[in-house]
């Protein structure tokens, strides 16, 4: 199996540390908002990557974290804690805040079919673990304290931009603003470690005690912490969106090489930006949309992971409405055409016939995942096989046992790339319909008493209509 290593900035051929077993990292969610679409295309790219280590034969022990403290609204250490500014805004305590968009969290992987990973670790359940790569760093010589935080000394890390391949001079100029912030960091890159309850701090709530005075973590320690807690160093893979390599991959590496002497991990992999026209997608660019924002639009969350896998991760990937829909035509259609192919009655004669179209599909299916998840291609790949079974079902030229293998290989490749096609899609029962339909004339004639009746008569048969931009929308309970 191919995969592209950001570390080397080359197509590699994956060896695991240890035979038939991978050790993935993945970068969690910071906590304090719903996720939007553009992370949600990272989360989908890793998944397809442990899928595919699994098709081809791994046990795959995968951890991710949760940052639930200490990331500021910059990245780079400057700002206010992202929790806790969200907590003021939305009158909540910072617990409760991370707590529900946690949750939120949770149900977009459910609803993407994301699998979950087998060890999840928020990063206030790892604080004394923090706590003990800290003074490893102190002992090494890469941690110092000012009278503000701990901080890490990246002039004293050789090949601190080893990942990133910046130029150290422009990171400089990058984090200029920083120097300002606190005049005792020996140099501009250095990043905190750990943050005392000083200055603009002086009332963070989330606090624990340390060596050097109560406060909290900085955002780069969890991952250092988290991943090795469950995976020790060096582990396999880690994984994130491209956002991280400047800094916080940059600053994961320095931390757990500086107190280990020895790499975080082998293979760095790294997700391409969903965009928006020429704009990345973020909630201070105000173009934030999540994935309840494309169901309220009438898109079922496949359509949005149908939408994706078209690209390569690799690729930047242009979100637009009308994109978006393709996708929907396409996935739908991809679905009937499977479920429609495979749920003919097998009445055919028991005539002899090569088996070979199904094994070469398999293969090419096999070959494009394996060439650095190329998940159009694998895609691409299907779409041939299927239009190759229709042409025989049309001329009979097609036997039961045949079928049967196609449709197994076809299952497979379902399972690799988590479309659910062969999924029944909900079905509407037609009385259901003609009320909601009844439902939207009423609305359309301002006779909304009647409307509402009619929504409550439907909630009680167990329905919920939902007024879309795109007209009502209904669904069981
Ligand atoms: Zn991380």
């Known amino acids: 199996m191919l995969l592209y290593n950001t570390l080397t900035r080359k197509k590699e051929t994956f060896k695991p540390l240890k035979a038939k077993r991978v050790g993935l990292y993945t970068c969690g969610p910071t906590v304090y908002n719903y996720a939007h679409i553009g992370n949600l295309r990272t989360y989908i790219f890793e998944d397809i990557l442990e899928r595919t280590l699994i098709f081809s034969g791994y046990a795959v022990n995968r951890v991710m974290n949760i940052t639930d403290v200490g990331h500021l609204t910059s990245d780079a250490d400057t700002g206010e804690d992202k929790l806790e500014k969200e ?76 990942l990133s391949r910046q130029n ?110 020429d704009s990345r997608m973020g909630k201070s660019l105000g173009n934030f949309i999540t994935l309840k924002t494309l169901m309220d639009n009438g898109f079922h969350p496949m359509h949005y992971r149908y939408f994706v896998l078209m690209a390569h991760y690799r690729s930047p990937l242009t979100f637009t409405w009308e994109a978006l829909d393709g996708a929907r035509i396409g996935y739908e259609k991809l679905k009937n055409n499977i479920q429609t192919l495979f749920s003919e009655p097998a009445d055919f004669p028991k005539t002899e016939f090569s088996e070979k179209p199904v094994l070469e599909f398999s293969k090419k299916f096999k070959e494009a995942l394996f060439d650095d998840l ?35 290989a076809v299952r497979e490749a379902d399972r690799v790339l988590g479309l659910n096609l062969f999924e029944e899609t909900e079905e509407i029962p037609s009385h259901i319909g003609h009320m909601v339909k009844e439902r939207e004339i009423y609305r359309g004639n301002k006779q909304f008493t009647q409307a509402d009746a009619l929504r409550k008569k439907l909630d009680a048969l167990g329905y919920v209509v939902e007024d879309t931009p795109k007209g009502a929308r209904v669904r069981k309970k």
Not at 207 to 218: D, H, L, T, V
Not at 230 to 256: R, Y
Not at 379 to 408: R, V, W
Request: neutral net charge; hydrophobic residues 40%; proline residues 4%.
């Open 374 to 408: 190329n998940t159009a291609s694998a895609l691409g790949a299907l779409q041939l096989f299927l239009k190759l079974c229709n042409t025989l079902l049309e001329t009979k030229d097609i036997n039961a046992s045949f079928l049967l293998k196609a449709q197994k």
């Open 168 to 277: 150290i001079k422009d990171l400089s100029v990058g984090v200029r603003d920083e120097v300002i912030e606190d005049p005792e960091k020996r140099n501009p890159a250095d990043f905190a470690l750990w943050f005392k309850l000083v200055g603009k701090f002086k009332n963070h709530i989330m606090r624990w005690k340390s060596p050097w005075g109560e406060g909290f973590p900085g955002w780069h320690i969890e991952c250092s912490a988290i991943s090795t807690s469950f995976l020790g160093q060096p582990f396999d893979i880690h994984t994130g969106g491209i956002d991280h390599i400047p800094v916080h991959h940059t600053n994961e590496i320095a931390q757990s090489e500086g107190a280990y002497h020895k790499p975080l991990a082998i293979y760095w992999m790294h997700g391409e930006f969903l965009v928006l026209k």
């Open 87 to 162: 907590a003021k805004e939305e009158k909540k305590s910072v617990w409760d805040i991370a707590r529900f968009y946690t949750q939120a969290f949770f149900h977009d992987l459910e609803l993407l079919n994301i699998r979950i990973p087998k060890h999840i670790g928020a990063a206030t359940d790892f604080v004394p673990q923090q706590l003990d790569l800290i003074q490893k760093l102190f002992k090494n010589g890469y941690a110092y304290e000012t009278s503000n935080a701990v901080y890490f000394d990246t002039g004293k890390f050789k090949d601190y931009t080893k």
